[in-house]
Nanobody, 127 residues
Framework: QVQLVESGGGLVQAGGSLRLSCAAS????????MGWFRQAPGKEREFVAT????????YYAISVEGRFTISRDNAKNTVVLRMNSLKPDDTAVYYC????????????????????WGRGAQVTVSS
């Protein structure tokens, strides 16, 4: 069982920056891929960014490419999403997600590939 806890959300003006952090429990953090997803009111949860077990491979949604950066520290069991040049359209609840430690080492943009989810962190970008 993996527990995920997000932190770092908040309110920021358009053009500003925020840093989201996700802390994972357990001893197998370095064996599975991680992802960030977001859900705006009235919309489906969508992919934002993902990183493989080693941190060597990352993928991003087109809407955040060049503005967001995902990284991980396996020694600290954390994954971080740095968000720059934020836009009002980035307003959403951001969720940290983990793949299965047994067969989920790779990065993935598919929601169904993730088995553990955090409770989410609100990010609000004002215009």
């Amino acid at each position: 069982q993996v527990q995920l806890v997000e932190s770092g959300g908040g309110l920021v003006q358009a053009g500003g920056s925020l840093r989201l952090s996700c802390a994972a429990s357990g001893r197998t953090f370095s064996s599975y891929g991680m992802g960030w997803f977001r859900q705006a009111p009235g919309k489906e949860r969508e992919f934002v960014a993902t990183i493989d077990w080693s941190g060597a491979t990352t993928y991003y949604a087109i809407s955040v490419e060049g503005r967001f950066t995902i990284s991980r520290d396996n020694a600290k069991n954390t994954v971080v999403l740095r968000m720059n040049s934020l836009k009002p359209d980035d307003t959403a609840v951001y969720y940290c997600a983990a793949r299965s430690p047994s067969n989920g080492a790779r990065a993935s943009s598919k929601k169904n590939d993730y088995v553990y989810w955090g409770r989410g962190a609100q990010v609000t970008v004002s215009s």
